[in-house]
């Protein structure tokens, strides 16, 4: 019987023991079951959060997008719009004030040049000027008589080639002033002068100036350059393969300098031969006058091709990370602690063509294009605070 006593509170002692550790085990279960794992595709926001990143929702539309192709040229101008001036018979520098940059006016004196050869031409354009006056009038005479049988046909024919020959003299010299700039009309025995104006030939802006005062040269050296900018044209060079995207009538924006402000052209025209290192040309106008765009500028262009109806979203609602792209979709709104959250479900998609701050996007099946809310303005601010609570791993 003594035996009995000491086995039963050993037998109570080791029941409670039991229990307790049971007790333990059933608090840590239900404690972690309390505790919330956010999958990977999932970053969740506080109200005060959302505001602060700018959280915006839109949805996925259907627009008209071209396929772009990337090319790339240069400014230039039309070749009447680019004037190269010099002077026939060459000459010296007697003055002059304009600088590269200067505006100028068709018909405004650009130079003042000098040559000994001037007065030459001038002289002998007077001189041949009389001489077919008088030959004019022998020539009148000669016709009268030969006419009442006074003069053989070989005397009549003799005088008449010495007045055409003449005219012929007189006409060639008067092309020769005015190529220099002198009118023949208004020369005379007084008014003979050793100088010449150079004026501009069209409206525009001074490109380049090789002059100064006292400078020599010859009838080939270039004196000024002047481009009109008013008229810009783009020269963009296509690969031979590229040829049947581009056609007079297709848009092209264009960027200069890798610079931010978009411009828009128009082609106008196609090569129609393919140069040695097979690729074309292909001309289009500028559309409006743009700043700070001038001849001989390096542009980046896109030539927008045919338009498709493509599910697409505004450029700034796609994200990229580790060579992918991403959107954000509203997922549900949920409360913790009674504090309301908003939950968002990252989705994979891939890009498409790009046009007027639109891209098209191809994203998985599953989601319902229609009805989807997507975070179109801070993306970039969700896609930070998920890179922040943890590694991307979608």
Known sequence: MKTI????????????????????????ILEAEEVEVIPDTIVEMRDD???????????????????????????????????????PLGGFVRSTTLLPGDEVRKGQVLAMIENQEFIDLQREYLEARNKLAFAKAEYDRHSDLYKEDVYSEQNIQEVTVEYKNLVALVKSLEQKLL????????????????????????NGYIKTANVNLGKSFSPSDVLFEIVNCDKLLLELTLFEKDAEL???????????????????????????????????????????????????????????????IVPSLPSEAIVSFDDKDYIFIFDKNKEEDGQPFTEYRIVEVKRGNVSSGYTEVTCDKKIDIKSAKVVVKGAYNLLSAKKNAGEMAC
């Open 5 to 28: 006593k000491y086995t039963i509170p050993l037998l109570f002692i080791g029941i409670s023991l039991l229990t307790s550790k049971c007790n333990i085990q059933s608090k840590a």
């Open 179 to 202: 190529m220099i700039g002198i009118d023949p009309v208004q020369l005379n025995e007084g008014n003979i002068r050793s100088s010449v104006n150079l004026v501009s030939p069209i």
């Open 246 to 308: 581009a056609a007079p009538g297709q848009k092209i924006r264009f960027f200069v300098n890798n610079g931010t402000n978009q411009h828009e052209a128009e082609i106008i025209q196609t090569g129609k031969s393919v140069s040695d290192d097979k690729t074309i040309k292909v001309f289009a106008t500028v559309n409006c006058k743009c700043k700070n765009v001038l001849p001989g500028m390096y542009v980046n262009a896109s030539i927008e091709s045919s338009n498709n």
């Open 49 to 87: 959060q959302i505001r602060l990143a700018g959280i915006e929702f839109g949805s996925i539309e259907m627009k008209s997008i071209g396929s772009e192709l990337k090319v790339n040229g240069v400014i230039s101008v039309a070749p009447q719009n680019l004037a190269t001036v010099s002077i």
